[in-house]
């Protein structure tokens, strides 16, 4: 009796011990089992994430203290739609130059994006950062890491989500996976100009 006893004692520190590892754990990566299941492109310097539904549900609660920036580009967030609380800073300006071994139009840096998003917020608040796909997001969380900003979580799935790989699927490569605007919450067309920050081009900056 005294040996069941023990034992029973013994599996109920180890369930208790489990539970506070989870609990440690668990916002560093809500949305995943293991940051090993993102792709490296996803991967952050602060080792925070969440998946839309996740950052929507979060976002729900506590709407006063946590932050929805989409850094996609400004025709991302016009044309492709985007959540309706969040503000548009993009972290990089569509040009009109094609990359051929890319096979497709090339990006230019936006060299305002840290001082736009100081604009609105602080360095210690709870900011959740969407791209298309989860791959800008990171870049975006990165370089506000380096700018001192602590508490920034990567939406993994983006707005539109991961593409479709099954070779059979009529649907192959059209994102319908996952993603802010696949997880039946809401999303909108209609932009709030108050929370839109744009990428200035060289004239507007040499006549500042």
């Not at 995943?32 to 299941?37: F, I, P, R, W």
């Not at 040009?95 to 071994?101: E, L, P, S």
């Not at 997880?183 to 932009?191: A, D, H, L, Q």
């Amino acid at each position: 009796m005294k040996h069941h006893h023990t034992q029973s004692g013994y599996y109920s520190l180890l369930v208790t011990l489990m539970a506070l590892v989870f609990v440690c754990l668990a916002p560093c990566a809500w949305g995943q089992n293991a940051t090993s299941e993102l792709p490296k492109a996803k991967h952050t310097s602060l080792g925070l994430y969440v998946t839309a539904k996740e950052a929507y549900q979060k976002w729900l609660a506590d709407p006063e203290n946590i932050t929805i920036l989409d850094v996609r580009t400004t025709e991302e967030y016009l044309f492709v739609g985007h959540a309706p609380m969040a503000w548009n800073v993009p972290l990089m300006a569509q040009t009109h130059q094609w990359d051929a071994d890319r096979q497709y139009f090339a990006m230019k840096p936006n060299p305002g994006f840290i001082d736009q998003v100081k604009e609105f917020a602080e360095p210690a608040e709870t900011i959740f950062v969407m791209c298309r796909s989860g791959g800008r997001s990171a870049m975006a969380v990165n370089q506000l890491a380096d700018a001192g900003f602590t508490q920034v979580y990567n939406i993994t799935d983006g707005l539109e989500g991961d593409a479709v790989n099954d070779p059979e699927s009529l649907y192959k490569g059209q994102r319908l996976k996952n993603g802010w605007k696949n997880s039946g919450i809401p999303w909108t067309y209609k932009p709030d100009p108050e929370h839109m920050r744009f990428v200035r081009n060289e004239t507007e900056e040499n006549s500042k």
